[in-house]
């Protein structure tokens, strides 16, 4: 789904640079510093994310029997993401200490300053540092958004430039619908997420992208007691079936 038919005929990959791009958004959002300092550095982590994220991905299907994946390329893939986070997290917890140490010692005519500032670089691991200062869960909280939000943003922004690829007539009425609502912005003219929600064409793509190719096809749920489902039994699937205490459930959406 990530590839488009250009004007020429040719076919163009778009997916590597969104998930390079939603990267990069993410780790800003986060405020992790995980991806290094060095181009080797950051192409280390990237390999990292993608082997983890498959890696994960495998044991979800497997279910039970995740243990059955667990391969040496794996396990050191998750290490090295999980260092690189965690070094974050620990940078993150010193400087939010230094900053609470500092703001009492300031004078109250320079706290606005002060919080103004702070707004301008504020990043979700300082405010969840705020909240606790359990290493092990910021450095989990942190590693699941950074899944999130790298892959399945990427995902969605494939399937829709996929589809508006193919439809020149949404195309153009998006391409309207966005320069009417945003105009043309540059440098470090931000939108903030109440205005991308007040786009309501572009909600509307998004929702139905997300509708024709889910982020997260797949699922599982896992009974907590014995109970039947109205349909799914017998030759034609409409009769009940029954489903026994921790039996797994495979869900995938019906097209």
Known sequence: MSAFAAAQGNQI?????LLEHTMHTTTQFLGL????????????FRLAMEVGSNGIITRLILGTFYW?????????????VRGSVANSVQSALIRTAKEAEAATAIASN???DRESQDKEQANLLD?????????????????DVLLAG??????LLSGLVFYLARDSVAYAKLRQAVLGDFG????????????????????????ETLRLSPSVAYGFMTALVDTTLPAGGGPRGDRPILVEKVCELFTYPRL
């Open 68 to 80: 059955l994946y667990n391969t040496r390329a794996f396990r050191s893939a998750c290490t090295h």
């Open 33 to 44: 510093q995980s991806s290094g300092t060095t181009v080797e550095d950051q192409k280390d």
């Open 150 to 155: 790298r892959d399945t943003t990427a995902a």
């Open 13 to 17: 990959d778009v997916l590597p640079l």
């Open 184 to 207: 043309t912005r540059a440098g470090d003219d931000y939108l903030s997420f109440e205005q991308l929600k007040q786009c309501q064409y572009l909600q509307f793509c998004m929702k």
């Open 110 to 112: 320079d706290m606005m």
């Open 127 to 143: 405010d969840l540092a705020l909240q606790t200062r359990d290493v092990a869960r910021l450095t989990s909280l942190a590693s």
